[in-house]
């Protein structure tokens, strides 16, 4: 299995990017997929997941009515929209796939990407 992010980069506050994490290896559609970060000296938080069919999409508090997930399961590809960038934005992002549940926790994540950095400067 191989999820690979990529869209990272630095830009402005204000800006936006958008993420991107194409999975092979698995059936895609099988799987819940989330985004999580870590930033400099922080611990891995939750940013935003979706369900098999996209249904749902849970967000954390700090992003909610900026970020945007969704997916395409014939591209098996999960994006990650990020509109009004802050500088505590900044982190390593990080996709990761889950068989049973659209889960708000890591450790519940079979499969983790190599992560892509976002730096937001001020």
């Known amino acids: 299995v191989q999820l690979q992010a990529s869209g990272g980069g630095l830009v402005q506050a204000g800006g936006s990017l958008r993420l991107s994490c194409a999975a092979s290896g698995l059936t895609f559609s099988a799987y819940a997929m989330g985004w999580f970060r870590q930033g400099p000296g922080k611990e891995r938080e939750f940013v935003a997941a979706?369900?098999?069919?996209?249904?749902?999409?849970p967000y954390a508090d700090s992003v909610k009515g900026r970020f945007t997930i969704s997916r395409d399961n014939a591209k098996n590809t999960v994006y990650l929209q990020m509109n009004s960038l802050k500088p505590e934005d900044t982190a390593v992002y990080y996709c990761a796939a889950e068989r049973i549940t659209t889960s708000l926790y890591a450790s519940q994540y079979n499969y983790w990407g190599q992560g892509t950095l976002v730096t937001v400067s001020s």
């Open positions: 979706i369900s098999t069919s996209g249904g749902y999409t």
